[in-house]
């Protein structure tokens, strides 16, 4: 069992940079592949980026890639995602999620789920 916590969210502007973290209980954060996904009013939960319980594989939407950075420091057992020169359509709640060894894109491939944290960007 994993319990994810996010936090770093709040109102940034178009262009400036934010970092997200989610922190996880448990000692076998490791061998976790973990997930960030997010969910914009009245659209679906998208896939952002995910990394591989070592951190030495990244996946990311096309939509972010070259401005989001996800990463991971497993003694911290804690994922980050560094967004650089975010877009008001980056305007969502932002989800950690958490799998068994290998990462997917949709977020049925994940197990366990923080509660979120609001990221507003401003034009």
């Not at 939960?45 to 991971?72: H, M, W």
């Amino acid at each position: 069992q994993v319990q994810l916590v996010e936090s770093g969210g709040g109102l940034v502007q178009a262009g400036d940079s934010l970092k997200l973290s989610c922190a996880a209980s448990g000692r076998t954060f490791s061998t976790y592949a973990m997930g960030w996904f997010r969910q914009a009013p009245g659209k679906d939960r998208e896939f952002v980026a995910a990394i591989s319980p070592s951190g030495i594989t990244t996946y990311y939407v096309d939509s972010v890639k070259g401005r989001f950075t996800i990463s991971r420091d497993n003694a911290k057992n804690t994922v980050y995602l560094q967004m650089n020169d975010p877009k008001p359509e980056d305007t969502a709640v932002y989800y950690c999620a958490a799998r068994r060894v290998t990462f997917g894109t949709h977020s049925n491939d994940y197990n366990f789920w923080g509660q979120g944290t609001q990221v507003t960007v401003s034009s």
